[in-house]
């Protein structure tokens, strides 16, 4: 739906303005380089105010090569564990990671192990094990992929010897949002003889078959724990237990603690349009939860509201009075609420009520609008629809319809307009770039232009 009158646009990149308002919804981003990375916003205005979407992150899809393609070399002893780290690369977004030998690549098993740094970790060294490992990274987005250089593992010592259990990979402490499909927690462990190496876990000291939580065991061997559908319940602390069935050594345990991350929320949704009379107090609400407590900051007309005006205070439940209204006061305020976990904003018209203000103000709305119309675009066809005439007249005017009713409602309708565009700006954003080995590249993008916004 388009507002009347129809909004200009202007588009921010990390906070910083980009160009003036313009007529065009849209923002085009030619020939796309790394550097068009970041945090977008969009500011639409017209006669009753403005007001910012929430933001947009856009990711340039890039990959160079492996930072050091020199062959390298890794010793180590007979039944301890060789750790291969994932050589550096240039990507975005991180590449997905298998490794191979010169045979073919490798597949997870009781040997094995791959990481969520994308290490690779052969369990219980032997003799077998002396070949040359590499890694190969894929860029899904552009379908490009890299082999890094070989690395040649040397195993050494005694192929007999028994080695007690030991913890490789340890389960980290994590934040994690409220709805995330997969959060995965790792223990890695190893020992000689490898078969009889046991992991066990355990939420808040509760067998995790018996916390009443969604997960799975991603692996025979326990070593990665998946928490699905993330939610409050997922929050405590996970331990895992490591053992070996045949005894002989101390049970070794390892914790991480998950928190539960909340984005901001509206449990009130805001008025779309608040009255307020001239010279008195107005208090607009931000009812808005989260974990942890969001920070609230307020906006008028897309401009953050002085703290240390006397005319405005910030209440403990983060509700905005507005002192002595004024003609002046009529504007969009907008709430924007952040918190680790993300961010929202909600926003009502401020509207001063006064018999002289008013009376100016439909003097003015009369003498501006004529033939006031509403559009929809459907399939690349705008179709329009006359909602009434509004005829040009310094003393007296006729409208179809009730009089004060009609006007109101189309004063109303641009800015209910407004407010349903701009909720439709933000939408996450993947771009494309070549990039050449030696960093930065040309840059190009399948289409001849990258849009933002909606028709």
Not at 94 to 105: A, H, L, N
Not at 182 to 188: G, K, M, S
């Amino acid at each position: 739906m388009l507002g009347y009158p129809q909004p200009t646009y202007r588009w921010l990149k990390n906070g910083i303005p980009i160009g003036d308002f313009s007529s065009s919804q849209y923002l085009r981003i030619l020939n796309t380089q790394r550097e068009d990375a970041g945090s977008y916003k969009c500011i639409a205005k017209n006669d009753a105010g403005s007001i910012f979407s929430e933001k947009i992150d856009v990711i340039v899809a890039y990959m160079g090569i492996f930072n050091n393609n020199s062959e390298g070399r890794l010793t180590v002893t007979s039944g301890h564990p060789a750790i291969f780290e994932m050589p550096a690369i240039d990507s975005a977004p991180s590449p997905s990671v298998m490794w191979q030998t010169k045979e073919g690549p490798l597949n997870y098993d009781i040997k094995y192990a791959f990481t969520k740094a994308n290490q690779l970790i052969i369990l219980s060294a032997d003799e077998v094990d002396r070949k040359a490992y590499r890694a190969r990274a894929i860029n899904t987005q552009l379908g490009k992929e890299e082999n890094s250089a070989f690395i040649y593992l040397n195993v050494t010592g005694d192929p007999y010897v028994e080695v007690p259990p030991e913890i490789i990979v340890f389960p980290e402490d994590m934040k994690l949002r409220r709805g995330e499909q997969v959060a995965v927690l790792q223990c890695i462990a190893n020992a000689r003889p490898l078969h009889e190496l046991e992991t066990i876990w355990l939420k808040d000291g509760i067998p995790i078959e018996n916390a009443e939580i969604a997960h799975t065991l991603n692996d025979p061997w326990n070593r990665s724990l998946a928490l699905l559908s993330v939610n409050l319940t997922h929050s405590g602390e996970y331990t895992c237990q490591v053992r070996l069935r045949s005894g002989g050594y101390k049970i070794l345990s390892s914790s991480a603690k998950i928190e539960i991350l909340e984005p901001p929320s509206f449990f009130t949704p805001m008025r779309q349009e608040t009255y307020g009379e001239l010279g008195a107090l107005v208090t607009l609400p931000c009812d808005v939860v989260g974990e942890p407590q969001p920070y609230v900051t307020w906006f008028k007309n897309s401009e953050p509201i002085d703290a240390n005006n006397e005319k405005y205070s910030l209440s403990e439940d983060n509700s905005l009075q507005i002192k002595k209204l004024s003609p002046q006061d009529s504007a969009m305020f907008q709430c924007l609420a952040v918190n680790e976990a993300g961010e929202k904003s909600a926003y009502t018209w401020l509207r001063v009520k006064t018999t002289n203000y008013e009376s100016k103000n439909h003097d003015t709305f009369n003498n501006t609008y004529r033939n006031v119309k509403l559009a929809s675009k459907r399939n690349g066809i705008t179709e329009q629809y006359v909602i009434y005439n509004v005829i040009n007249t310094n003393k007296d005017h006729t409208v179809n319809g009730s009089d004060d009713d009609n006007v109101n409602a189309v004063k109303s309708s641009y800015v209910s307009n407004l407010l349903q565009r701009i909720k439709r700006m933000a939408q996450p954003r993947i771009l494309r770039a070549k990039t050449s080995h030696a960093g930065l590249g040309s840059g190009y993008n399948r289409r001849k232009d990258i849009r933002f916004g909606n028709v």
